[in-house]
């Protein structure tokens, strides 16, 4: 079968992706610095026939190439990056070298070694703030207010210019809040920490009414399976639920009302969270129902299910 190299599969959706990847039957290799994902994620994988693991920086492109040397590589997830979108307003290196120059690398990789396909993960915050108006792939400007955003930007451009040179199949996710397990960062973890060590009380970020689409990561990884087996030369698109999202006070709602029922719920002022928060969000999927899909949870859902599975994922010691 062929290989399916996932650069970042130690992520929480690297490792989503890999289960699915072996369950088809593919031999996955994944490639990984482990500055964010763990090996614990993908012990499961272990003694599962197909599958390899290589720690390499996926920013450096001798070392990946070294690291795949004896692999024949037929298509190439690409998930690595800096994932605390906090840290890269802090330091701009971050999300330049883990983000960005991940693409670079492992285009440049390709091109040495003669593989034609890439599926690469992008990110809703390519868009920017565009208040109400609906998010579709092809609206523009292109303002993002982060650097990751920035970053995931620069890295579709690559991906498009070596698409015109050597690359014959590119997959472009645009993703949205992405949750489930393992999980290793976002909101609802967060909550669930902040309850642990003041079980009292939650304090929240802005005012709560910050409103996005949530997707869970089974939905995620369905639909990035379907975009790749449609084989186009270069695709994007969206992907998420079809409704309009829910609200951080929603969120803080159910984590509190399964974690600590009686505690109180701080909120902070503003619809910001943070520096480089886009409050509200819409977003259009419509290109990707047009293929037949649609996902099994919408946001609501989704939230529940996550909220259930991220407290049974910490309470294991």
């Known amino acids: 079968m062929p290989l399916h190299l ?3 599969g130690a992520g929480f959706i690297g490792v989503n992706l890999a289960s699915a990847l072996l369950d088809r039957g593919y031999d996955v290799l994944v490639a990984d610095d482990f500055s964010r994902g763990t090996r614990e994620a993908l012990a499961p994988f272990a003694r599962r026939a197909g599958f390899s693991l ?6 450096e492109p001798d070392q990946v190439e070294r690291a795949i040397a004896d692999y024949d590589v037929a298509e190439i997830w690409h998930l690595a990056a800096n994932s605390d979108i906090p840290a890269g307003v802090a330091d ?25 396909t890439i599926h690469f993960a992008s990110s809703s915050a390519i868009y920017g703030d565009h208040g109400d108006r609906l998010i579709h792939e092809d609206i523009g400007p292109l303002l993002p207010i982060s650097n990751y955003g920035a970053m995931k930007l620069a890295s579709e451009a690559q991906l498009r210019a070596a698409h015109e040179a050597y690359v014959e199949r ?8 992405v949750i489930g397990i393992p999980a290793t960062h976002g909101v609802i973890l967060d909550f669930v920490h902040k309850l642990r060590a003041t079980p009292d009380r939650l304090d ?9 689409a949530y997707l869970h990561v089974t939905d995620l990884i369905a639909a990035m399976l379907h975009i790749a087996d449609r ?4 695709a994007v698109y969206n992907i998420g639920p079809s409704d309009s999202g829910v609200t951080v006070r929603f969120i803080a709602e159910t984590v509190r009302d399964v974690c600590q029922p009686r505690a109180e719920i701080r909120f902070g002022d503003g619809n910001r969270g943070w520096v480089g928060d886009v409050p509200r969000f819409h977003y259009s999927v419509q290109r990707l129902r ?11 859902e989704a939230v529940r299910r996550a909220v259930r599975e991220i407290v049974a994922q910490e309470a294991t010691p």
Request: hydrophobic share 35%; proline share 5%.
């Open 170 to 177: 590119a997959s472009v996710f645009r993703f949205p809040n």
């Open 290 to 300: 047009d293929t037949g899909w649609n996902p099994k949870l919408g946001s609501n």
């Open 92 to 116: 701009y290196r971050v999300d330049l070298r883990q983000t960005f120059l991940t693409t670079v690398a492992l285009l440049d990789v390709m091109k040495r070694r003669d593989i034609k």
């Open 204 to 212: 929240v970020l802005g005012d709560g009414t910050q409103q996005k």
């Open 6 to 8: 996932i650069a970042g």
């Open 231 to 234: 084989q186009e030369p270069f």
């Open 54 to 59: 290589v720690q390499v920086d996926c920013s």
